[in-house]
């Protein structure tokens, strides 16, 4: 059995159709075709719905899936051993928007210049999303805000913790954050994200009640709507770049501050992988 053959079946699983894995993989839409059909009867069954358009995943797929991808990773962990360790190979990473700027592209690129055959391929997502394409096994790692309760079978390893602050209008008034969330309009953090979690559970535990203007995905979005005058909202203190303390009033939220918890998660294995130790180390080099 073709392990590519394997990989592909994966591309489909997770991009959805035939065309998208052509692209993920690298090979023409034919040639996907081709290695399912020969995959097929290797199996001796189909695995593929062909009555609809696009082809979708049958209920055999689905019940083979998830020891394909343990077969997948077996053969990249093999790969990686017999060519050098964790310095060759793929790595499969998520991360959430928050950690798009600043911590991972720095982790990243030092990642890149240690193990430059190592090959990296980022999505970003909710951290709920990315915790269950980890669990699956669709991403190897993935970047999120802590949580407090974990899919078994996971495994949290810490890289950094920030305080969370206020931020508004620079002309706001208020002389604390109690004061400014409750009078201004509230633009909040979509409640799916792990920050967005974070900060309403901390409104509820300090009975801050807000008056609900906009929820945004974007922390740039959310800050830009703030610069603009629209309202006040609570970002992690990582997000508040200079240029954006010309334009903006910050303050702490709460005393001692707020506090929002960066983790790498991945599938335990009784031991941090190879890969992912590797960008673990170059993450929280990069917190400093």
């Given at each position: 059995m073709n392990i590519r053959h394997l990989e592909t079946l994966l591309a489909i699983a997770d991009s959805g159709s035939f065309a998208a894995a052509a692209e993920r993989v690298g090979v023409t839409q034919s040639a996907v075709s081709m290695q399912m059909k020969?995959?097929?009867?290797?199996?001796?069954?189909?695995?593929?719905?062909?009555?609809?358009?696009?082809?979708?995943?049958?209920?055999?797929?689905?019940?083979?899936?998830?020891?394909?991808?343990?077969?997948?990773?077996?053969s990249e962990d093999i790969r990686a051993l017999a060519g050098g360790g964790a310095t060759r190979g793929r790595l499969r990473l998520g991360i959430i928007p928050t950690a798009a700027t600043g911590l991972v592209p720095a982790a990243l690129a030092r990642l890149a210049e240690r193990a430059p055959d190592l090959r990296i391929r980022v999505e970003s997502?909710?951290?709920?999303?990315?915790?269950?394409?980890?669990?699956?096994?669709?991403?190897?790692?993935?970047?999120?805000?802590?949580t407090p309760r974990l899919e078994r079978g996971l495994v949290l390893n810490p890289i950094h913790e920030e305080p969370l602050v206020v931020a508004a209008p620079i002309g706001a008034s208020g002389r604390s954050d109690r004061d400014l969330l409750r009078t201004l309009p509230f633009v909040r953090f979509n409640r799916r994200t792990g920050v967005g979690r974070v900060i309403d559970t901390a409104l509820r535990q300090r009975r801050i009640v807000v008056s609900e203007?906009?929820?945004?995905?974007?922390?740039?979005?959310?800050?830009?709507?703030?610069?603009?005058?629209?309202?006040?909202?609570?970002?992690?203190?990582?997000?508040?770049?200079?240029?954006?303390?010309?334009t903006l009033r910050i303050v702490p939220f709460g005393n001692p501050p707020v506090l929002r918890r960066i983790a790498l998660v991945e599938r335990e294995r009784g031991e941090v992988a190879p890969t992912t130790g590797l960008l673990l180390e170059e993450l929280r080099a990069a917190r400093d």
């Open positions: 020969t995959l097929e009867e290797e199996l001796g069954a189909p695995l593929f719905d062909r009555a609809r358009r696009p082809p979708v995943l049958n209920e055999t797929a689905d019940g083979v899936l998830g020891r394909v991808r343990e077969l997948v990773r077996l997502g909710l951290s709920v999303d990315l915790l269950r394409r980890v669990a699956q096994g669709a991403l190897d790692a993935a970047v999120v805000t802590e203007a906009m929820e945004l995905d974007s922390i740039e979005a959310i800050l830009a709507m703030v610069a603009r005058g629209l309202g006040v909202a609570v970002a992690p203190a990582g997000s508040i770049t200079d240029t954006l303390r010309k």
